[in-house]
């Protein structure tokens, strides 16, 4: 791979797997797929879900609220989900099985308890930034390569505001796995085409 290419890995946390908190289906699949990519590239950044205990976003924190109902917010709609990725859990450690050692950056997201967070670059607020952008810039990445947990929300949150960076945006199909919630997989895949995101296999970069 080139110099100017950069892996984000995103979300490959214990609550995301299928014995977690907010289980990803078949989740673990892709940490074998993942882990062959990582040697491929020289530029690798890893994301987590990092939430404070009394996150806004979490249904137990909202009386007479379940798992996955919407709620409305000064930013809009949001999902509620369970309690997840407390900071310091073991559900927020990056998975088993992961080789997480040729991480170079570390984007810790979702610490702001009255704003949720599925982007690499921008909170739901859609004006709080990570700073993943700049670094990325400052070490001259133009193409970014995204594998992780889950496509159709933080992995397609991600390659949306990356796209909206400038940057071009390639998304690796069998190093992810979706929660397609109501048909958010589809709607996701059709704001890729909008926007001019690749779909690829691991393969076609072994290659």
């Known amino acids: 791979m080139n110099e100017n290419q950069c892996l984000v890995v995103v979300d490959i946390q214990n609550d995301f797997l299928e014995t977690g908190a907010l289980p990803v289906p078949e989740g673990s699949q892709i940490i074998p797929t993942v882990n062959k990519l990582?040697?491929?590239?020289?530029?690798?950044v890893f994301t987590q879900d990092w939430h404070p205990k009394?996150?806004?976003s979490f249904a137990d924190n909202?009386?007479?609220?379940?798992?996955?109902?919407?709620?409305?917010?000064?930013?809009g709609d949001q999902v509620l989900w369970p309690v997840h990725c407390v900071q310091e859990s073991e559900g927020a450690k990056l998975a088993s099985g992961l080789n997480g050692t040729g991480k170079e950056k570390v984007i810790k997201k979702g610490c702001n308890r009255g704003v949720d967070s599925y982007s690499a670059f921008l909170e739901a607020d859609r004006k709080?930034?990570?700073?993943?952008?700049?670094?990325?810039k400052q070490h001259s990445i133009n193409e970014l390569?995204?594998?992780?947990?889950?496509t159709d929300f933080c992995v397609s949150w991600s390659a949306l505001d990356a796209a909206?960076?400038?940057?071009?945006?390639?998304?690796?199909?069998d190093?992810?796995?979706?929660?397609?919630?109501?048909?958010?997989?589809?709607?996701?895949?059709?704001?890729?085409?909008?926007?001019g995101i690749?779909?690829?296999e691991s393969k076609d970069l072994q290659e």
């Open 198 to 200: 690749q779909l690829i």
């Open 54 to 56: 009394d996150h806004i």
């Open 38 to 44: 990582l040697p491929l590239f020289k530029h690798i």
């Open 128 to 136: 709080t930034k990570t700073g993943l952008a700049d670094w990325l």
């Open 175 to 195: 190093a992810c796995k979706p929660i397609d919630l109501n048909g958010s997989l589809q709607k996701a895949e059709q704001e890729w085409k909008k926007v």
């Open 145 to 150: 390569f995204f594998c992780g947990l889950a």
């Open 62 to 75: 909202h009386d007479g609220k379940k798992p996955y109902d919407t709620i409305n917010l000064a930013y």
């Open 164 to 173: 909206e960076e400038g940057f071009k945006v390639v998304i690796i199909r």
